[in-house]
């Protein structure tokens, strides 16, 4: 879209939902001295249009406050799967997976953006026996698996995709991933796995910033030119400016047949905080320093909560 073009009414409300995540993750960043800020800043309106516009997701059926966490999976008295607050694993209905599972505050934010979670629920977060773990795990608002190191989720969704389709399903199957997760091997074996088994109801969403946990992409292990790597992998590519609501929404919409669509969404981690520049080249935590830091971030969370228009 270009920068003159004016936004649609449902454009704007997509931005200033992409807008309340980044001011529900600072405030909680700031009750907690620290956090997964920039992620969160990178992947806001990433998130925002997936669950504002482009899946295809039933009510929730989770607790706008959820329950304590009981115990793991498979033990008699396990806590439910967070996926139910992206509704009924229905076959026309689409399933989300979230493969970096640090970015899970970001996911909370989207979700009560969207209704399916109170935001109350977020003072429970990273509490002692919550479900609302600071890393999303299986029992987390809008986790339907634990996704474990990073690289794997590619491939527990390639897998659940090929069984859809065995059954019929006609819902697509979104999975979220950093490009942090492009330095490792087993994303591009799953890839491989889509792309000779055709699975063209596989959308992959990659938030491209650049950053990964030992500084920039770039200087750890370099992986661009990412379009060209993943066409050579079988994958149909579309890549757009990940801050805007208008070309994430028409990219996530393009069609494809007989190949996954990977979306690459080019995004950068101060993002609505500019502030954040001063921690470059490291933003993967964010710390809370000083009166000063506390000071600055507890301004742009006034002017983030305005834009947002969070009451």
Same mark, same amino acid.
């Given at each position: 879209?270009?920068?003159?073009?004016?936004?649609?009414?449902?454009?704007?409300?997509?931005a200033r939902?992409?807008?309340?995540?980044?001011?529900l +993750?600072?405030?909680q960043?700031?009750?907690?001295g620290?956090?997964?800020?920039?992620?969160?800043c990178?992947?806001?309106?990433?998130?925002?249009?997936l669950?504002?516009?482009?899946?295809?997701?039933?009510?929730?059926?989770?607790?706008?406050?959820?329950?304590?966490?009981r115990?793991?999976?498979?033990?008699?008295?396990?806590?439910p799967?967070?996926?139910?607050?992206?509704?009924?694993?229905?076959?026309a209905?689409?399933?989300?997976?979230?493969?970096?599972?640090?970015?899970?505050?970001?996911?909370?934010?989207?979700?009560?953006?969207?209704?399916?979670?109170?935001?109350?629920?977020?003072?429970?977060?990273?509490?002692?026996g919550?479900?609302?773990?600071?890393?999303?795990?299986?029992?987390?608002?809008?986790?339907?698996?634990? +996704?474990?190191?990073?690289?794997?989720?590619?491939?527990?969704?390639?897998?659940?995709?090929?069984?859809?389709?065995?059954?019929g399903?006609?819902g697509?199957?979104?999975?979220?991933l950093?490009?942090?997760?492009m330095?490792?091997?087993?994303?591009?074996?799953?890839?491989?796995?889509?792309?000779?088994h055709r699975?063209?109801?596989?959308?992959?969403?990659?938030?491209?910033?650049?950053?990964?946990?030992?500084?920039?992409?770039?200087?750890?292990?370099?992986?661009?030119?990412?379009?060209?790597?993943?066409?050579?992998?079988?994958?149909a590519?579309?890549r757009?400016?990940?801050?805007?609501?208008?070309?994430?929404?028409?990219?996530?919409?393009?069609?494809?047949?007989?190949?996954?669509l990977?979306?690459?969404?080019?995004?950068?981690?101060?993002?609505?905080?500019?502030?954040?520049?001063?921690?470059?080249?490291?933003?993967?935590?964010i710390?809370?320093?000083?009166?000063?830091?506390?000071?600055g971030?507890?301004?742009?969370?006034?002017?983030?909560?305005?834009?947002?228009?969070?009451?």
């Open positions: 879209m270009n920068a003159a073009t004016p936004l649609s009414e449902r454009h704007m409300a997509l939902r992409a807008n309340q995540i980044r001011a +993750t600072l405030e960043v700031l009750v907690q620290g956090g997964y800020l920039g992620q969160a990178s992947s806001a309106e990433i998130l925002a249009v669950l504002g516009s482009a899946m295809r997701l039933g009510p929730s059926r989770g607790p706008a406050e959820p329950e304590p966490f115990s793991v999976p498979g033990a008699p008295d396990a806590s799967s967070g996926a139910r607050y992206l509704g009924d694993r229905a076959p209905l689409d399933r989300f997976f979230l493969s970096p599972s640090h970015y899970a505050i970001a996911l909370y934010a989207a979700l009560i953006g969207d209704g399916r979670l109170d935001r109350r629920a977020l003072l429970e977060l990273n509490v002692d919550s479900s609302l773990e600071m890393i999303g795990a299986e029992h987390s608002p809008g986790c339907e698996l634990t +996704t474990g190191s990073f690289g794997q989720a590619l491939s527990q969704a390639a897998g659940i995709a090929w069984a859809r389709r065995k059954a399903d006609t697509r199957t979104w999975v979220f950093s490009d942090g997760e330095q490792e091997g087993q994303t591009w074996e799953a890839l491989q796995f889509l792309a000779f699975l063209d109801l596989v959308r992959v969403v990659v938030d491209v910033n650049g950053q990964q946990v030992d500084g920039r992409m770039e200087d750890v292990m370099r992986v661009e030119p990412l379009q060209d790597r993943f066409r050579a992998f079988g994958a590519v579309v757009v400016d990940g801050h805007d609501v208008a070309a994430l929404e028409e990219a996530f919409a393009t069609p494809t047949e007989g190949a996954p990977v979306v690459l969404a080019d995004t950068h981690p101060t993002t609505g905080i500019p502030r954040l520049l001063e921690r470059s080249p490291r933003f993967h935590y710390r809370v320093r000083d009166e000063a830091d506390i000071a971030l507890t301004a742009d969370l006034d002017r983030l909560t305005t834009e947002a228009r969070i009451a």
